[in-house]
């Protein structure tokens, strides 16, 4: 918390011009916290005015690797970031995310802060630790291992003086400085519980790492109120099964007057007067309610005790509030995100959205999570594919037909689609490949919100929203006369382009989401050389292609493998990647993985002289996986076994 009042600009930046030219230290109402970054700011050779080069920031496949080392802080840190950024979006700010050593990890932002943020180099893999960019929030609080803010001229740099900053440390269940929290945005937009909010928002991810870290030990929620446990302000301890406490969060720790030194190095007996044995008992009998504790100190606490038996059934932890259908999409890529911020300002407001974008980018997706977030979602979502239905059923699809209609037809006829989706939504997906005959029948419906089924002279009214999809450019359909352009502009009241996969930004969010979802708490990753192939691959089949690869990869995954490495890709999409390279290289073709993959096995067995399970440990894989792999190559390659 803050703990000296702002001061004007001006004063502020006479007393760091006092520090840098004549060694004069500021007063006490700059802040003892302010005093201590400046001079290490200028003890690492900054100077606060002047172009600042900082050539070690990470990017590409650097950026990638320190993505995978803080996996678990970026995976447990995201659900909450995007409840955090709910709470300032539009208040001209960014939630950011750095690791350990200040480098950001992850960013979520409002667009019209993100160019500003931009030319400070507020942006993924850049380092804003002190030494690189002086006092800021993120650096400070990462110097101080406590949280910070920093605000306007307080900034040791000129060129950052626009900012304010509230940063807060994220620790591990040990005690370890795991990352940085931190809310920026412009100086004007200042708010003092932003710092409040985000140390909050930091100790959720901190109990959110702690439940994870510590799933195989005894868990013991902490409150001095009954109604306390569950909620974010609880203190959780994690103790081994012989009573050592071995892990906890920072509440729990001052609940009971406790420092991270102690963790492995004091025992429940040193701590409670509650017998360890009789209270797990107690626990499993009472099916879990709270009980009382008394310290060594005669504190009462209320406390509820999970063995590892129980706990995924029964563990109560307080949960990030629902986010609408668009924020759990939302991996970070500004141009999706652009596009999504569109579609909130008209949902409901009778604008047809049109959704472009090439095959597999995820149009559907977003087309139900538009749904989701508008007025009407819980009326019907009626999705159809104009492209996958024959040409002689689709307008009996679309516009129904009453008994005995036609040949075949269904003797109480049928409602069609767009009747379906009466006080929901209707997604046409691939509108672009509707006939042009048909076109007029929807354009007709479209203007008057009335449908005839096939057979009836009789119109019914409708009412939906209206969200069309094509991978087409539709406007040289129009000028090729296969679309009709009074359609085009009556579905086209807002146009939402969806980037394709090659252009996002948020590839490694993507693949981690994937994985969480097929893998949910396996803990998958993907080796880094697979990883960096990967990401440079153009994947023309977008995310439908990516999401194949990953099911595929961990199906092929034995029940102990926890890593992704070629032995598990398909051959197919080893050897797209393959074209890929000859084609880019200037010289020399690139080898074909499938055969590095294949030559390391065969060198891996002339190593351990025809040992399958020393060649499976020494090339990290299992027994199960080396043979499967041997037996997609031909017999003619195949090693010859003692």
Same mark, same amino acid.
């Given at each position: 918390?803050?703990?000296?009042?702002?001061?004007?600009?001006?004063?502020?930046?006479?007393?760091?011009?006092?520090?840098?030219?004549?060694?004069?230290?500021?007063?006490?109402?700059?802040?003892?916290?302010?005093?201590?970054?400046?001079?290490?700011?200028?003890?690492?050779?900054?100077?606060?005015?002047?172009?600042?080069?900082?050539?070690?920031?990470?990017?590409?496949?650097?950026?990638?690797?320190?993505?995978?080392?803080?996996?678990?802080?970026?995976?447990?840190?995201?659900?909450?970031?995007?409840?955090?950024?709910?709470?300032?979006?539009?208040?001209?700010?960014?939630?950011?995310?750095?690791?350990?050593?200040?480098?950001?990890?992850?960013?979520?932002?409002?667009?019209?802060?993100?160019?500003?943020?931009?030319?400070?180099?507020?942006?993924?893999?850049?380092?804003?630790?002190?030494?690189?960019?002086?006092?800021?929030?993120?650096?400070?609080?990462?110097?101080?291992?406590?949280?910070?803010?920093?605000?306007?001229?307080?900034?040791?740099?000129?060129?950052?003086?626009?900012?304010?900053?509230?940063?807060?440390?994220?620790?591990?269940?040990?005690?370890?400085?795991?990352?940085?929290?931190?809310?920026?945005?412009?100086?004007?937009?200042?708010?003092?519980?932003?710092?409040?909010?985000?140390?909050?928002?930091?100790?959720?991810?901190?109990?959110?790492?702690?439940?994870?870290?510590?799933?195989?030990?005894?868990?013991?929620?902490?409150?001095?109120?009954?109604?306390?446990?569950?909620?974010?302000?609880?203190?959780?301890?994690?103790?081994?099964?012989?009573?050592?406490?071995?892990?906890?969060?920072?509440?729990?720790?001052?609940?009971?007057?406790?420092?991270?030194?102690?963790?492995?190095?004091?025992?429940?007996?040193?701590?409670?007067?509650?017998?360890?044995?009789?209270?797990?008992?107690?626990?499993?009998?009472?099916?879990?309610?709270?009980?009382?504790?008394?310290?060594?100190?005669?504190?009462?606490?209320?406390?509820?005790?999970?063995?590892?038996?129980?706990?995924?059934?029964?563990?109560?932890?307080?949960?990030?509030?629902?986010?609408?259908?668009?924020?759990?999409?939302?991996?970070?890529?500004?141009?999706?995100?652009?596009?999504?911020?569109?579609?909130?300002?008209?949902?409901?407001?009778?604008?047809?959205?049109?959704?472009?974008?090439?095959?597999?980018?995820?149009?559907?997706?977003?087309?139900?999570?538009?749904?989701?977030?508008?007025?009407?979602?819980?009326?019907?979502?009626?999705?159809?594919?104009?492209?996958?239905?024959?040409?002689?059923?689709?307008?009996?699809?679309?516009?129904?037909?009453?008994?005995?209609?036609?040949?075949?037809?269904?003797?109480?006829?049928?409602?069609?689609?767009?009747?379906?989706?009466?006080?929901?939504?209707?997604?046409?997906?691939?509108?672009?490949?509707?006939?042009?005959?048909?076109?007029?029948?929807?354009?007709?419906?479209?203007?008057?919100?009335?449908?005839?089924?096939?057979?009836?002279?009789?119109?019914?009214?409708?009412?939906?929203? $209206?969200?069309? @999809?094509?991978?087409?450019?539709?406007?040289? %359909?129009?000028?090729? &006369?296969?679309? *009709?352009?009074? /359609? !085009?502009?009556?579905?086209?009241?807002?146009?939402?382009?969806?980037?394709?996969?090659?252009?996002?930004?948020?590839?490694?969010?993507?693949?981690?989401?994937?994985?969480?979802?097929?893998?949910?708490?396996?803990?998958?990753?993907?080796?880094?050389?697979?990883?960096?192939?990967?990401?440079?691959?153009?994947?023309?089949?977008?995310?439908?292609?990516?999401?194949?690869?990953?099911?595929?990869?961990?199906?092929?995954?034995?029940?102990?493998?926890?890593?992704?490495?070629?032995?598990?890709?398909?051959?197919?999409?080893?050897?797209?990647?393959?074209?890929?390279?000859?084609?880019?290289?200037?010289?020399?073709?690139?080898?074909?993985?499938?055969?590095?993959?294949?030559?390391?096995?065969?060198?891996? $067995?002339?190593? @351990?002289?025809?040992?399958?399970?020393?060649? %499976?440990?020494?090339? &990290?894989?299992? *027994?199960?996986? /080396? !043979?499967?792999?041997?037996?997609?190559?031909?017999?003619?390659?195949?090693?010859?076994?003692?």
């Amino acid at each position: 918390m803050r703990t000296h009042p702002l001061l004007p600009p001006l004063q502020i930046r006479q007393a760091r011009l006092q520090l840098v030219e004549q060694g004069i230290s500021p007063s006490s109402e700059i802040g003892a916290l302010i005093s201590r970054s400046w001079h290490r700011s200028l003890a690492a050779g900054l100077s606060p005015i002047g172009r600042l080069d900082c050539n070690d920031n990470l990017a590409g496949h650097s950026l990638q690797r320190a993505r995978t080392i803080n996996h678990d802080l970026i995976r447990h840190s995201e659900p909450v970031m995007e409840y955090l950024f709910e709470q300032v979006r539009h208040s001209h700010s960014m939630v950011v995310l750095a690791d350990a050593q200040g480098v950001l990890m992850h960013t979520l932002g409002d667009l019209d802060f993100l160019s500003k943020a931009d030319r400070v180099a507020l942006r993924c893999g850049a380092s804003w630790a002190e030494n690189q960019r002086g006092t800021n929030a993120i650096g400070t609080a990462l110097a101080e291992s406590h949280e910070v803010e920093i605000n306007g001229a307080e900034h040791y740099l000129d060129r950052n003086g626009f900012l304010t900053c509230a940063a807060a440390p994220i620790l591990s269940a040990q005690g370890k400085l795991m990352g940085i929290l931190d809310i920026s945005g412009d100086h004007r937009s200042h708010h003092p519980h932003t710092l409040g909010l985000v140390s909050t928002a930091a100790r959720m991810i901190e109990n959110s790492l702690v439940l994870s870290t510590c799933r195989q030990q005894i868990l013991v929620q902490l409150h001095t109120r009954p109604e306390g446990i569950g909620t974010v302000a609880q203190g959780m301890l994690a103790f081994s099964e012989d009573g050592w406490l071995v892990g906890a969060n920072r509440k729990a720790l001052d609940l009971l007057g406790l420092q991270h030194a102690d963790i492995c190095a004091i025992s429940w007996p040193q701590i409670f007067d509650e017998d360890f044995g009789r209270l797990l008992s107690f626990q499993h009998r009472s099916g879990g309610r709270p009980s009382l504790l008394r310290t060594h100190q005669s504190t009462i606490i209320h406390a509820q005790v999970h063995s590892q038996s129980q706990r995924q059934q029964k563990i109560t932890l307080s949960t990030v509030p629902t986010r609408d259908a668009l924020t759990r999409l939302d991996s970070g890529d500004p141009l999706w995100r652009q596009a999504a911020d569109k579609a909130r300002r008209v949902i409901d407001k009778a604008i047809p959205l049109l959704v472009t974008g090439e095959t597999g980018v995820g149009k559907e997706l977003f087309a139900q999570a538009v749904h989701q977030c508008s007025a009407r979602k819980d009326r019907p979502f009626v999705a159809v594919n104009c492209a996958a239905l024959p040409e002689q059923l689709i307008e009996s699809e679309l516009f129904g037909y009453v008994g005995g209609a036609f040949t075949g037809a269904a003797r109480h006829g049928s409602s069609g689609r767009l009747r379906e989706a009466h006080g929901g939504t209707l997604f046409l997906d691939e509108i672009g490949d509707m006939p042009i005959a048909l076109q007029t029948r929807l354009l007709r419906v479209l203007q008057e919100r009335e449908v005839t089924p096939l057979g009836s002279c009789t119109p019914v009214q409708v009412d939906f929203n $209206l969200i069309c @999809a094509t991978h087409q450019n539709l406007r040289t %359909a129009v000028e090729k &006369g296969l679309f *009709r352009i009074d /359609l !085009y502009y009556r579905i086209n009241g807002l146009l939402l382009q969806l980037p394709a996969l090659r252009e996002r930004h948020d590839f490694e969010t993507l693949v981690q989401r994937i994985l969480q979802d097929l893998a949910p708490d396996a803990g998958l990753t993907i080796a880094p050389e697979v990883l960096k192939n990967m990401t440079s691959f153009d994947w023309p089949g977008n995310l439908r292609q990516l999401s194949h690869v990953l099911r595929t990869a961990v199906a092929l995954l034995d029940n102990h493998e926890t890593q992704i490495n070629w032995v598990h890709l398909p051959v197919d999409f080893i050897d797209d990647i393959q074209k890929r390279d000859r084609h880019t290289s200037d010289n020399t073709p690139a080898q074909n993985l499938h055969e590095l993959s294949i030559k390391a096995i065969h060198q891996a $067995l002339e190593n @351990a002289r025809g040992n399958v399970s020393a060649a %499976a440990r020494q090339l &990290g894989i299992s *027994r199960q996986t /080396l !043979y499967r792999k041997l037996q997609s190559t031909s017999s003619s390659v195949r090693p010859k076994f003692c």
